[in-house]
């Protein structure tokens, strides 16, 4: 009963900022540097044709984008081709874009035309072995029987991998080792491999000067860059649509590896690379205030998910536990569910969730009240169970009625117990939250999720400094109030 | 006057209580012996309405006591256990006050109330401001007593009130509640393993063993008529105090 209070309070609460969301665009990425840098590239197009552009920027995975963008949480992200025939259209082996196109109408979505890339595997030279042994393709490097493999075992297993390339182009290297990513770069550098596997558009390419051989036969799947995009919102804004759309096929590999070595190897904000991109150049950085500003936004944001999750946890977790407490035979049920929920992975549980609230602040609040109820729940539950059978028994000879024994006996002793539960459930929650980023709720998680996608640390030391002062303060703050609460006969000892 | 008719306690196969008859007399000190084990706290959690008795029924006052009506009596009866049972978050006050105040009771009444007792047991009333745990073992005793007597109840139970006390304390508080006892009037039950109390406090005394009542009567019965052996070497085993014997 009290659940579906809170969850109609929750619901009426996120209504209220969906209302500001109506009349801003929601432009999604997921959480990699490509995508951020693409979803910023539109986001600025759309904002020079006035249009209002709200961005939830590293969407934890395809499957939350996927339910976000059909139910109409978000209107626009870029995307791949070869994802969109997996994951949208459970058809793994549609390859063609106009029959993609097709097929994605019945969703009520439109994409564009590939931006002029295939964000795909590919094997990567050395350029001067390139140069040296006339390579442009692989049908050249079948030629080279000597050229040194280093592949990752990702592409070594996959059944779209190695094995069939190698039937397809007869490759028949005498070495060929397994290896970790970061490891086979270091070999290809220090000239220890020839060939190595990479993805297409990735920065590495520029950074290690390597040469991507041209897959002429081919093997490997498509994967182009699109922008998808809702048919409704473009119904409602077709010059913008029109202006993206002008993006079609002026983006090649080279290019995005560029933006992509901007980002990730000169550590250039994906704002300024999407406007360095679109402009040809940079407007001034952003002032001290305006991160200053961000900071403060995302404090309250992080705050509203925690207070509210929070205070949701104790509302329905406290009675829970009292109530495991008084009826034996219903505890084991009720301390094993709320000890279930806590074994779901966050992930999991919020892309659960989208279905139910779509993304950004529900979900995470639903979700974060999920994760604080069991430490709640349950020293509630131990704080009253433990206290001594003689108090209890002594209570009732005096003749206190079983809500005064309650009220009045059992939960003032058990208080430091439920206290130390809240303090549990509050600091859990303010690392959680973080990973409210992941569907879109903001809060300090952004910056993280940013950071870790960029591998960028310093933005990622944005997000996670706060969060971590705030887990000492919450902590500080717990204590404080425990100190009042707890009453002073139970303190001294 | 307190109505004990064929009451036993069994726990599925283990008889705890054998059933068993006993009339006490009001206005009187009765006294539950017995070594630890012997059936004399599960027949006090019975006559609380604590526990349910397997056969048998209990009368207060003519009021057979049941689940509709052990609130009522249980408020006739003031309660008193080993270490007190006082409330470790609140003060000597709050512990004494706590269920007139639940019941409505207004400050002044209670106030007045607490003043008296205070005299009564001789506890200054400076320490009722006092966490339990600041107090000592004879000072918690005396407020545990001040807290069974609050609302003036007519029948008392202590269950071993003496039980964790050092001896010198022990001895004088002991001489305390027996002052304390004959000013009041009231229907006393003391439980306890200890025969000198026994014989000090008991106008009778029921000697239990093993879940069987051995025998009831005072004192003296129990010297110079054992019901059993055992009454006896019971009696021997423990050396009851000098006066008492001089006075058989």
Not at chain 1, 276 to 297: D, Q, V
Not at chain 1, 371 to 395: C, F, Q
Request: proline share 5%.
């Amino acid at each position: 009963m009290t659940l579906w209070m809170l969850i109609g309070l929750l619901s009426s609460f996120g209504s209220s900022s969906c209302l500001a969301n109506d009349l801003k665009s929601v432009v999604a990425s997921k959480p990699f540097p490509e995508s951020y840098i693409l979803a910023e590239i539109a986001a600025q197009i759309l904002e020079e044709n006035s249009v209002r552009v709200d961005r939830k920027f590293g969407l934890g995975a395809t499957g939350i984008v996927f339910e976000a963008i059909t139910r109409g949480e978000i209107v626009l992200y870029p995307e791949y081709s070869g994802t969109i025939a997996e994951a949208f259209l459970k058809n793994p082996a549609l390859r063609e874009l106009g029959k993609i196109q097709e097929k994605i109408g019945s969703l009520g979505l439109e994409m564009t035309d590939s931006l002029g890339f295939n964000n795909t595997y590919a094997l990567a030279v050395r350029r001067e072995f390139a140069e040296k042994n006339h390579l442009i393709s692989l049908s050249d490097l079948a030629r080279i029987p000597t050229a040194r493999f280093g592949l990752t075992n990702e592409i070594m297993n996959r059944q779209d991998g190695y094995p069939g390339l190698a039937r397809r182009y007869s490759l028949n290297p005498v070495e060929i080792h397994e290896m970790q990513h970061s490891l086979a770069y270091r070999a290809l550098e220090r000239g220890e491999i020839d060939v190595t596997d990479v993805y297409s558009t990735d920065a590495t390419i520029k950074r290690l000067d390597l040469f991507v051989l041209k897959d002429d036969l081919g093997y490997f799947p498509n994967y182009q860059a699109v922008f998808l995009a809702r048919r409704d919102w473009i119904t409602k804004n077709a010059a913008a649509w029109k202006r993206l759309k002008q993006l079609e096929g002026k983006i090649s590999a080279e290019e995005m590896v560029s933006l992509n070595a901007m980002v990730e190897t000169d550590h250039r904000s994906f704002h300024d690379v999407a406007e360095f991109f679109l402009k040809g150049s940079n407007s001034a950085p952003k002032a001290n205030w305006e991160k200053a500003h961000a900071l403060w936004r995302r404090t309250l944001e992080h705050l509203r998910l925690v207070l509210i999750s929070l205070g949701s946890s104790i509302l329905v977790g406290l009675p829970l536990g009292v109530l495991a407490f008084y009826k034996r035979g219903i505890s084991r049920i009720i301390l094993n569910v709320s000890a279930l929920i806590q074994t779901i992975p966050s992930l999991a549980l919020l892309a659960f969730l989208i279905p139910l609230f779509g993304i950004g602040e529900k979900p995470a609040i639903f979700a974060l009240f999920l994760y604080g109820l069991l430490p709640v729940v349950l020293n509630t539950y131990s704080g009253l169970d433990g206290v001594d059978p003689k108090l209890r028994e002594s209570a009732i000879g005096l003749g206190l009625a079983e809500k005064d024994i309650l009220r009045r006996v059992l939960l003032p002793l058990a208080s430091p117990s439920i206290l130390t539960g809240i303090r549990t459930s509050a600091v859990i929650g303010i690392g959680t939250a973080t990973l409210a980023a992941l569907i879109g709720a903001g809060g300090y998680g952004a910056p993280i999720m940013t950071g870790l996608a960029l591998n960028d640390i310093p933005t990622l030391l944005e997000g996670a400094i706060p969060a971590a002062c705030m887990a000492l303060l919450a902590q500080w703050g717990l204590d404080r109030i425990a100190e009042q609460i707890i009453p002073a006969g139970l303190k001294r000892k | 006057m307190i109505d004990i008719k064929n009451v036993s306690k069994t726990y599925g196969e283990k008889t705890v209580l054998f059933p068993l008859d006993l009339k006490l007399a009001a206005e009187q000190t009765h006294v539950i012996l017995g070594s630890s084990g012997c059936g004399k706290s599960t027949l006090f959690r019975i006559l609380m309405g604590l526990i349910p008795a397997s056969t048998g029924e209990v009368k207060m006052n003519g009021v057979a006591m049941n689940p509709q009506t052990q609130k009522e009596l249980v408020r006739q009866m003031g309660y008193v256990v080993q270490d007190s049972g006082l409330f470790p978050h609140l003060t000597g006050f709050d512990n004494v006050s706590l269920l007139m105040k639940t019941l409505g009771h207004s400050r002044s009444r209670i106030n007045e109330r607490v003043e008296e007792l205070a005299g009564l047991v001789k506890l200054d009333l400076s320490l009722f401001s006092k966490f339990p745990n600041s107090l000592s073992g004879g000072q918690k005793q005396r407020l545990g007593i001040v807290r069974a007597l609050m609302l003036d109840p007519k029948i008392i139970l202590l269950d071993e009130p003496l039980g964790a006390l050092d001896p010198i304390v022990r001895a004088d508080l002991q001489n305390e509640m027996k002052r304390i006892f004959n000013t009041l009037k009231k229907t006393v039950l003391i439980i306890t393993h200890d025969l000198g109390e026994a014989a000090s406090f008991g106008h009778t005394i029921s000697l239990f063993d093993q879940g069987r009542l051995i025998q009831h009567g005072t004192f003296p019965d129990l010297a110079k008529r054992p019901a059993t052996p055992f009454v006896t070497e019971f009696l021997n085993a423990q050396r009851p105090p000098r006066e008492v014997l001089e006075n058989l």
